[in-house]
């Protein structure tokens, strides 16, 4: 007997067409709820948005928008959601820049005023944080049914640094999607890249991704494999482009000329959708995982590529130190 449930589970959730990695993520999390939960429960979307940002056009699922920026927003929604009897459980996907305020402390205006039962997937964890910052994650932590987050090494961070006792924790790795095998030369074939030796690196731009080294190894590289090829996918980021336009971008296109690389580093400057990544991705000979901020607690990107068979080579972030267990790779450290 099949039946159309009533009972809801509403995401509060940066979410496409925005173009953030949370966004993306949450939308491949509920696509793949649905499929297994989708006679049981409906999966709504609460879209957070930026300050100053033109109105969006989004999917069914997103029945609402949050401004959380704006205080007295958050805690009308809260409200609004207690008032929602077919709304069972609210998952708050959690990051510092997502929400207004110091360490995007607005967060604590919805929470306190919501009364339903929540999970806070927490898409960073820093080490060593001030007392502002311990305090309040510690709030958090008091309040949610559940923290979630994608390594141990972020899970032993709440509890040592934190003070969060491990049984309000729960470790869910990130997910990926199945890249199905297809023949690497015919894809550089289709994306002129035939006799290539391909590098990339994907993902939204900004400064603490040390795309800048990479170029700059790759002069000493092409000394080696003369037929190496960079590509850079992916458009600058938004909030970046906002605030700083275009700079780090243009900074990386004026080193490629100052070292001359101009004919093997391919700048795809756009925002990909998931099949022409994933080809992207089965070209790939080597994957570049060049981040410079030592504490980024999970990479999709680089969760994408091992999910698409390619050898990374990457900085020792804690994500790929956890996946580099049981003699799965090599780690260089300086």
Not at 21 to 40: C, W
Not at 296 to 309: E, I, K, L, N, R
């Amino acid at each position: 007997m099949s039946y159309k449930t009533t009972d809801s589970v509403l995401f509060l959730t940066s979410y496409p067409p925005r173009e953030c990695g949370i966004a993306t993520f949450t939308q491949d999390l509920i696509q793949s709820l649905a499929q297994q939960f989708g006679a049981s429960y409906q999966f709504k979307v609460c879209a957070l948005e930026e300050e100053e940002h033109a109105p969006r056009t989004y999917p069914k699922e997103v029945v609402a928008t949050l401004q959380a920026y704006d205080l007295e927003a958050c805690t009308a929604l809260a409200r609004k959601i207690n008032q929602d009897a077919s709304i069972k459980l609210v998952c708050i996907q959690h990051e510092f820049g997502l929400f207004g305020g110091r360490w995007g402390d607005h967060v604590m205006a919805f929470i306190y005023s919501l009364n339903k039962p929540f999970v806070l997937t927490l898409h960073t964890v820093l080490p060593q944080p001030d007392a502002e910052l311990q305090k309040l994650m510690q709030s958090i932590a008091s309040q949610a049914h559940q923290l979630v987050v994608m390594t141990q090494d972020s899970a032993d961070l709440l509890r040592t640094d934190y003070g969060i006792p491990p049984s309000h924790v729960q470790v869910i790795p990130h997910g990926t999607h199945l890249s199905p095998w297809k023949d690497p030369q015919a894809l550089k074939e289709k994306y002129r890249l035939s006799g290539k030796k391909v590098l990339a690196t994907f993902g939204l731009l900004s400064e603490n991704k040390g795309i800048e080294n990479a170029i700059e190894a790759l002069a000493e590289i092409r000394k080696h494999v003369p037929d190496a090829m960079y590509l850079v996918l992916g458009r600058t980021h938004p909030v970046v482009v906002a605030q700083q336009g275009e700079r780090y971008r243009q900074m990386l296109e004026e080193k490629v000329a100052a070292y001359g690389l101009q004919d093997c580093v391919r700048f795809v400057n756009k925002y990909l959708d998931l099949d022409e990544l994933l080809d992207y991705l089965r070209l790939t000979d080597v994957y570049l995982f060049v981040s410079k901020d030592p504490h980024q607690a999970v990479s999709g990107t680089f969760t994408y590529a091992m999910s698409s068979a390619c050898p990374i080579i990457s900085t020792p972030i804690p994500h790929a130190q956890e996946m580099l267990q049981h003699d799965m790779g090599i780690l260089l450290q300086d």
